[in-house]
Each structure stands twice: as C-alpha cells, then as structure tokens.
C-alpha cells in the first residue's frame, strides 16, 4: 500500500501545557491488546471474512466503545512524501488516504486523526484504549455502513514503526486506524510514535440516511500498494 510510515506527529501543545501540571496523556495500548503471533490474515493471499464492498466514499468513522463518531476528509501527502494529518482547527475530525483503498474494498485502507491539538484533545484521543474484538463502523456515500472487528492495538516507536506490517497489501478487507502516541517527548514537543488499530471487515448493513451514488474508485497499480511506496511518517505541527 502507499510509502506511508505512520501519521505525522508533532507538537502536542495542549500535552505540554496541561499535561505537565495533571500527569494528563493519552492512555497507550497494553501488550496484551497487540498481536500474540501472526496478524490473522495477513498477506495477500488470506481470504476475506465476508465479501469486499465495492469502493465508495467513505463519510464518517464510528467506535462506539470510544464514543467517537467523526467526519472524515481526504488526506493526500506532504511535500515530503508524509501522509498529511488533517486540518488542526477542527479537533473531530478525521482522514483517510484517499489515494489508497476506500474502507470496505479489498485492501488495506488508512484513516488518521490527532491525538490532540492546541486547543485540547482531538478525535483519536483515547485510541489507545481500544480493546480487540471492539466494533469500528465507516458509513459510506453508497448508503452502505462497514463494519470491523479490531484484530489488535499496538504502539510503534517511530524510528521501528514497521512498514509492511502496518501498510503491506491485503487480500481481504483491512482497516487501520491511526494517530500519534508512544510517549511524549516535552523538551522535543512531539510524540514519540504512533498507535495503530488493526481491523477486518465482518459485516456491512444499508445506512438509513446519506444515500448517494457509488463514488468511481479503480484499484491504483500494484506498485502503488506497497510499504516501500507508500507514504512516510515524519513530524509535523500537532499530534
């Protein structure tokens, strides 16, 4: 999939400021809530839980153990080949790659959000709380809702976040959710990591309202679906 190494994170301004006065910090995945051998399905010849959804659009993403149900934009890349984060000024508000595979096709597809923002804690704030086996829905401009099943939550120094594994192709339908964690670094004034939800599509159902038609999406060639190309993490304004 893309050459991405993991969300930008950068200056948690909000962390340094109130975290250093009440020990406030995202809460970050136990081991026990990570991979205990191979990720199930992972590589492309594993095969799909249930039928890939044609590609759409998607629209929101919903963890209702989480209590977050966010808009999503599109993300492209940085100047410098990064996944760019979504726009600060709306603190619930995520991203997907929009270059990549839209949730439901079959693939492996990126959706990112802060962790927080000048302003205080933003949509993926307590991602790190997340407990495998938890439900995670993305309504769709099809009219269509996915629905995952988290496979594992894990946390990844930056400088050994593992591309393939987080990144490399699938055959069946893939969610990763991601955002900056891993400690914080006060006197560098960025995270030091990244968290990443793992997920597989379990099931879809037809979405009341928001019905619209399918959006055009063609699988891009393989060598854009690699973690050797695709985009990489660096540090950037907020986490």
């Not at 995202?26 to 044609?54: C, D, E, K, N, W």
């Not at 928001?210 to 679906?225: E, H, K, Q, T």
């Amino acid at each position: 999939m893309a050459a991405l190494s993991a969300a930008a994170c950068g200056a948690g301004a909000w962390l340094v400021a109130q975290g250093s006065r009440d020990g406030t910090a995202p809460p970050q995945p136990s081991a026990a809530q990570g991979f205990t051998g191979r990720p199930p399905g992972a590589g492309p010849r594993a095969a799909p839980a249930v039928p890939p959804l044609p590609g759409a659009e998607p629209l929101r993403v919903v963890v209702p153990s989480l209590h977050i149900d966010a808009p999503l934009t599109r993300l492209g890349l940085a100047a410098d080949g990064s996944l760019a984060p979504p726009p600060a000024g709306n603190r619930n508000l995520a991203g997907w790659y929009a270059a990549g595979t839209p949730p439901g096709a079959a693939g492996t597809a990126l959706v990112a959000g802060h962790v927080d923002t000048r302003a205080g804690p933003a949509v993926f704030y307590r991602l790190g709380a997340l407990k495998r086996g938890s439900t995670v829905r993305i309504p769709r401009a099809d009219g269509r809702t996915a629905v995952f099943t988290v496979d594992a939550v894990e946390v990844y120094e930056a400088w050994d976040f593992p591309d393939e594994k987080v990144y490399g192709e699938a055959r069946r339908p893939e969610l990763r959710l991601i955002t900056c964690g891993g400690g914080f670094s006060r006197s560098r004034r960025e995270y030091l990591g990244n968290v990443v939800v793992f997920a597989h599509l379990t099931g879809s159902r037809e979405t009341a309202a928001g019905r619209s038609a399918p959006v055009p999406w063609a699988r891009p060639p393989a060598d854009r679906f690699s973690a050797r190309s695709a985009p990489r993490a660096a540090p950037g304004p907020t986490g």
